[in-house]
């Protein structure tokens, strides 16, 4: 069972005020919804709604289990948005190793107009005319 999507249908579910328009709002049939939700109260051995024909209402455990759910989606929906976030905008650091003079020549004007395209990337340009072990000297 993915928790994470019963969670998401049972908080829909409750805010849609029934089983049918949380599908709806999921693009899932209503038999699929209200699979996962007696799956999820199977799961946790404890019943969250009360369903009748017109109505759901949440049992004492059900309305415990909505702000935790609530407040699960909320987090997982910042992690997400905050990974996304960490590769869409480049930041850190770089640390680019070239031999002295084509470093100069080459490496320097584009390490320039990286930096003025990427100003949250900070770059150490690391020159020397020896072979260098670039994961023992941590270069990227």
């Known amino acids: 069972m993915d928790r994470l999507e019963a969670m998401s249908l049972f908080v829909a579910a409750v805010e849609a ?4 328009a949380a599908g709806r ?3 899932i049939p209503l038999a699929t919804v209200s699979r996962k939700v ?3 109260e199977r799961h ?3 019943r969250l ?3 009748s024909t017109r109505q759901l209402t949440l049992t004492d455990a059900g309305h415990a289990y909505l702000a ?3 407040r699960i989606l909320d987090e997982v929906g910042e992690a997400e948005r905050a990974a996304a976030g960490e590769y ?3 930041t850190g650091e770089l640390i680019i190793t070239a031999p002295i003079v084509f470093g100069r020549l080459h490496v320097l004007p584009v390490v320039t107009g990286f930096l003025a395209a990427y100003p949250d990337v900070t770059i ?4 020397a005319d020896r072979i260098t072990q670039l994961s023992e000297e941590h270069i990227d």
Do not use: V, Y
Request: charged residues 25%; hydrophobic residues 40%.
């Open 17 to 20: 005020g029934s089983l049918s």
């Open 25 to 27: 709002r999921f693009g």
């Open 38 to 40: 007696s799956d999820l």
């Open 44 to 46: 946790l051995k404890t």
């Open 49 to 51: 709604l009360n369903r």
């Open 68 to 70: 935790a759910c609530r």
């Open 88 to 90: 869409s905008a480049a």
């Open 124 to 127: 150490r340009l690391m020159l």
